[in-house]
Every structure is written in structure tokens, then in C-alpha cells.
């Protein structure tokens, strides 16, 4: 089976730091672009950041640019999401997506939730 | 960044009905737009991409189509399964941006 399972979110204080996690498995993951999207509580949906498949480019919103890193392990088919300077409005449920062959967001995670709160 | 606008906010429809929801976007981004279903507590799921093109698995009544800088989701008869939030994502170019969403519920 396709997947994606977000991991490593959890309350975290304004200005301090969180490591998000994206292990995939069912599918070659090398071979796919990754991105990270966020949904603020009763908000819409946003991208955050995209690498391609072997690890570049890399984009990032406006919103997170400086602050965040994204990365991934092909050896381990993961992906990941380096937070620092994290603010209140981060707080929100983060999800990983998969880029298809035919370049359509096909497969999600069932999201991870980080709240940035003192 | 390219501004995704979608309307209706949202809507009231009955089962059976056929509904209509709309994405303008701010230029021209050929037919790169994505349709997706969002119920509550779960991730999005893919429905339409390339403006017209049913994803795998998404039953027939979903369609999708493009005019211009116009990208319409159709659901003919809806189905109880269907009342959910829909948004229209744009992925021209990054930074991708969605519109603000379409919830649908129940009359």
C-alpha cells in the first residue's frame, strides 16, 4: 500500500525548535518530488515547501523562508521538515504529499499537528 | 504569487443535486490546477488534476473543467458521501497556492 506517515509533532514555545518526519513506503520514493503543506485550525490550505527527488532545488514559502529546512533520506524514504524560530502561527496540522509521475499532489499523510504556544 | 479566488464560500445542497464551484485564477497557468476534497480530521484527496482529469479511483460524477483563467469543479448527483470542504490548487509555479475553499453541506 502507498503511504505516507507524518511524525514529530507535539507543543512547542515561540522561538524554539521541532523536526518533522515523512516516512513513505509502498512506492519508489527516490523518484518522486516531495512537499510539505499546513492547515491552521479552521484555516485553508497552505504550501510550505517543496524538494525535488534526489534533493534539489528546494522552494520555500515566504512565510517560513530562513526559519525552515526541508530534507530527505533516500536510503531511508523519508522526507523531513526542520522548524526553528517557530512562531504562533505556525501552529497547524502538517501534512507531506507526494508529486505523481503526472505531476498531481496523489498521495498525502494523515498530517501531524504542531502547536507553538507558551 | 499567483492568487487563486473560488467561489462559492460555501453552499446548501440536497442529494441528487448538481453542484458547481469555481477557481479564477489571477494569470494565465495553462490548465495546472488540481481539485481536492478535504473532510474534517483528514487530509486532503485528490480528485481533478490538469484541470479536467479524474484521478484514479474518484467516481465519474466528479469533473472538472477550464476556461481561460476559469477552472470549474462539477458533482452531478450528489451523494451523502460528498458533503465536504473542496479547494483548487494551483501548481503552475511556486509557490503553489490554493483557494480559500467551498464548503458544501447538507440542506
Not at chain 1, 28 to 53: C, D
Not at chain 2, 18 to 41: E, L, M, N
Not at chain 2, 48 to 76: E, H, K, M, W
Amino acid at each position: 500500500e502507498v503511504q505516507l506517515v507524518e511524525s514529530g509533532g507535539g507543543l512547542v514555545q515561540p522561538e524554539g525548535s521541532l523536526r518533522l518526519s515523512c516516512a513513505a513506503s509502498g512506492f519508489t520514493f527516490s523518484s518522486h518530488e516531495m512537499n510539505w503543506f499546513r492547515q491552521a485550525p479552521g484555516k485553508g490550505l497552505e504550501w510550505v515547501s517543496y524538494i525535488g527527488s534526489s534533493g534539489t532545488p528546494m522552494y520555500y514559502a515566504d512565510s517560513v523562508k530562513g526559519r525552515f529546512t526541508i530534507s530527505r533520506d533516500n536510503a531511508k524514504n523519508s522526507l523531513y521538515l526542520q522548524m526553528n524560530s517557530l512562531r504562533a502561527e505556525d501552529t497547524a496540522v502538517y501534512y507531506c504529499a507526494r508529486e505523481a509521475s503526472f505531476d498531481a499532489l496523489d498521495v498525502w499523510g494523515q498530517g501531524t499537528m504542531v502547536t507553538v504556544s507558551s | 504569487a499567483i492568487q487563486m479566488t473560488q467561489s462559492p464560500s460555501s453552499l446548501s445542497a440536497s442529494v441528487g443535486d448538481r453542484v458547481t464551484i469555481t477557481c479564477r485564477a489571477s494569470q494565465g497557468i495553462r490548465k495546472d490546477v488540481g481539485w481536492f476534497q478535504q473532510k474534517p480530521g483528514k487530509a486532503p484527496k485528490l480528485l481533478i488534476y490538469d484541470a479536467s482529469r479524474l484521478q484514479s479511483g474518484v467516481p465519474s460524477r466528479f469533473s472538472g473543467s477550464a476556461s481561460g483563467t476559469d477552472f470549474t469543479l462539477t458533482i452531478s448527483n450528489l451523494q451523502p458521501e460528498d458533503f465536504a470542504t473542496y479547494y483548487c490548487l494551483q501548481d503552475y509555479n511556486y509557490p503553489f497556492t490554493f483557494g480559500p475553499g467551498t464548503k458544501v453541506d447538507i440542506k
